[in-house]
């Protein structure tokens, strides 16, 4: 166990598998799960390589000590895909979401990471496979949210944006809510910005990391913005090199990394103390620019 602060940020990173290293975590606590695990079938000199037909349910149990760490206005964000065997996409993930879903869960959203540099290559039944998926679930309906972060320019011309911005003040906000969950936003009154989809359009990081999969950074970024606040705390638990930890603490969030690999936790650790390190003189150097 690790427990280290920076500028008011706690980091607490773990070692061991997440079913046993979380119970020292207080009860309804994180408020934001990032992580991606080990796939079926992959990694077995490291994370044991679990084998695809049992693996929802070895997912499941560790799944219920998330649960238990979330706090019920939390949201769980899964980073995974399926692979392929005998020329067939294997159905672990969707035997994962069933069972999630019998085991309490709600699956409320999916996300897609488009992966802008996908590797090149040639297949004899396929096409370059250039995405992810990211499973959002919550134990409530009503969860917290803050669209407001993650808004984007909109491509509007000035124009149409004139336009609806001299509409939204005669009509204000046009909105209609369905049981869905999905409606109809306009968003008259600041059309401006606008919400962005739910693909991400991100590249692929290089083994670069002192880890064989790291997700780029503006993965975790992105879900931190929309699901927490400062001050809020975010778990990975299966945390490899330490990305969402480093994404956690430059955006002033408490974290928690776990992850079996004691030589992936030293890792991390060195990897947000340097990242850390380097947004604390960057902003330092700002602020002296108008020290006169």
Not at 62 to 91: C, H, M, S
Not at 210 to 223: Q, R, T
Request: charged share 30%; net charge positive.
């Amino acid at each position: 166990m690790d427990l280290f602060r920076l500028n008011g940020v706690s980091c607490h990173l773990l070692v061991g598998d997440c079913l046993d290293a979380l119970r020292c975590v207080e009860r309804g606590t994180v408020d934001l799960i990032v992580t991606s695990p080990p796939y079926a079938d992959r990694r077995e000199h490291t994370y044991g390589g679990v084998p695809h037909d049992k693996y929802a349910g070895w997912f499941v149990e560790r799944a219920r000590e998330f649960r238990r760490v979330l706090k019920p206005t939390g949201t769980f964000i899964l980073n995974i895909k399926e692979g392929v065997q005998n020329y067939e996409r294997l159905t672990y993930v969707l035997e994962l979401i069933q069972e999630m879903r019998k085991d309490g869960w709600l699956w409320t959203e999916e996300y897609v990471w488009h992966k802008k540099n996908a590797i090149p290559g040639k297949w004899t039944y396929r096409l370059k496979d250039a995405w992810e998926r990211l499973l959002q679930f919550n134990v409530c309906r009503e969860f917290a949210i803050y669209q407001d972060a993650v808004k984007v320019p909109s491509k509007r011309s000035p124009d149409e944006r004139a336009k609806r911005r001299s509409l939204g003040s005669s009509q204000g906000r046009r909105e209609m809510r369905t049981c869905s969950g999905f409606g109809i936003d306009e968003s008259l009154a600041n059309p401006d910005m606008v919400l962005p989809s739910n693909v991400l359009h991100l590249p692929v990081v290089g083994m670069n990391k002192g880890h064989s999969a790291v997700f780029p950074e503006a993965l975790p970024d992105f879900f931190i913005r929309l699901f927490t606040r400062p001050g809020d705390t975010v778990l990975d638990p299966f945390m490899g090199s330490g990305t969402t930890g480093v994404a956690s603490v430059k955006l002033g969030r408490n974290f928690i990394g776990v992850d079996k690999i004691p030589e992936y936790v030293s890792v991390s650790k060195k990897r947000i103390y340097d990242e850390w390190e380097h947004v604390w003189q960057a902003r330092t150097k700002a602020r002296s620019l108008f020290d006169f």
